[in-house]
């Protein structure tokens, strides 16, 4: 029996491939498929997977048109015969005890989702190692509730994780298709998250992710390409609404406003102004017809960066992202720069 089955996107990677899937093929856990998924790439990556599947019969190769992150995760589950799913993206590389200790622990507690925390790693750097404490937590065996409360609140890192087939497929959870997308991981995140019945959480790292590859879709920020984290949370959107998650109205909302503030923070400059256009446009509106929404723009941030926005301000907001994000010691800088000076905050 297939125990994990490992999915591997692949596009244009040749430079860390060998690495990536030598770690997989090494693994402890033998009883593993390994599914690389190519997504039309135009250098030697393709020569590499078939390198390895000719002295690896788990492997199990893909060969497609580029068609983007999503389509190529989506046909990876579609031919999947593992008891679990677990994804090693082809830039990173991992522990060789990873899949075994997360599939021990998926079958001692019978759990949809067990997740780990990663190390952050830099090759150019002299193969420097960080620990990324993303769960901050002991080993936790959460129900539903417990479950949403620890991973919705974490980076996504659906690469750390290991989930029960089976779960996916009575679910019927699978990622957006959008050609040329990015963050396709964030509605598969909330997705398996609020649906997990059990979910095991583990502070140990066993990936490695890698923080140098000038290639990445974190550093190669399109128009086409920022404006998509917008798609996912639409699809969060209708998510909670057509599964009635009442509870999660609040969470999806705060979500929605995190993630955007971190796109926003992280995007090249010349494609801030429409970005911030867009944003302030959504909160607004939002915020003006739903109730929810407004009391959940409080606890977020207050009444300056909602008034910010409202008043489609993009230098106060600028400033107020970087007190957000701790660039800022004060908010005392804004008197320096009149940026609120004869102003009354009552937008609310």
């Not at 507690?109 to 780990?116: E, M, N, R, T």
Request: charged share 30%.
């Amino acid at each position: 029996m297939i125990k994990v089955s490992v999915l591997v996107p692949i596009c244009n990677v040749e430079k860390f491939l060998d690495k990536c899937l030598g770690s997989i093929v090494n693994q402890t856990l033998t009883d593993i498929e390994i599914i690389c998924i190519n997504d039309g790439s135009k250098d030697s990556s393709l020569e590499i997977i078939k390198k390895f599947a000719q002295n690896d019969q788990r492997i199990v190769v893909i060969d497609k048109p580029n068609s983007g992150y999503g389509d190529s995760m989506n046909k990876g589950m579609e031919i999947a015969k593992g008891e679990y799913i677990g994804i090693v993206e082809s830039d990173d590389f991992i522990n060789t005890n990873m899949f075994e200790e997360l599939y021990l622990l998926a079958k001692e507690y019978d759990a949809d989702i067990v997740k780990s925390n990663y190390n952050l790693y830099w090759e150019k750097s002299k193969d420097v190692f960080k620990y990324y404490n993303n769960l901050r937590i002991d080993k936790v065996v959460s129900d539903r509730d417990n479950a949403k409360e620890q991973i919705l609140w974490r980076a996504p890192s659906i690469w750390s994780a290991i989930y029960k087939r089976s779960f996916l497929t009575a679910n019927e959870i699978k990622f957006l298709s959008t050609p040329g997308a990015s963050y396709q991981d964030t509605s598969f995140n909330f997705k398996t998250a609020a649906l997990a019945n059990r979910a095991v959480l583990t502070p140990k790292a066993y990936l490695n992710y890698r923080q140098d590859n000038s290639n990445s879709s974190v550093k190669i920020a399109t128009k086409e390409k920022v404006m998509m984290l917008h798609k996912e949370y639409d699809e969060i959107k209708s998510f909670v609404e057509q599964m009635n998650f009442v509870e999660l109205k609040q969470t999806y909302i705060v979500h929605r406003f995190r993630g955007n503030l971190w796109n926003y923070g992280r995007i090249k400059e010349d494609l801030t102004k429409e970005y911030f256009e867009i944003f302030s446009e959504e909160i607004v509106r939002q915020s003006e017809s739903d109730k929810v929404y407004k009391n959940s723009m409080i606890s977020v941030f207050g009444t300056w960066m909602y008034g910010a926005m409202k008043m489609k301000n993009k230098a106060l907001f600028d400033i107020l992202l970087k007190v957000y994000n701790r660039k800022e010691k004060t908010l005392r800088s804004l008197a320096k720069r009149n940026l609120y000076k004869n102003r009354k905050f009552k937008w609310l």
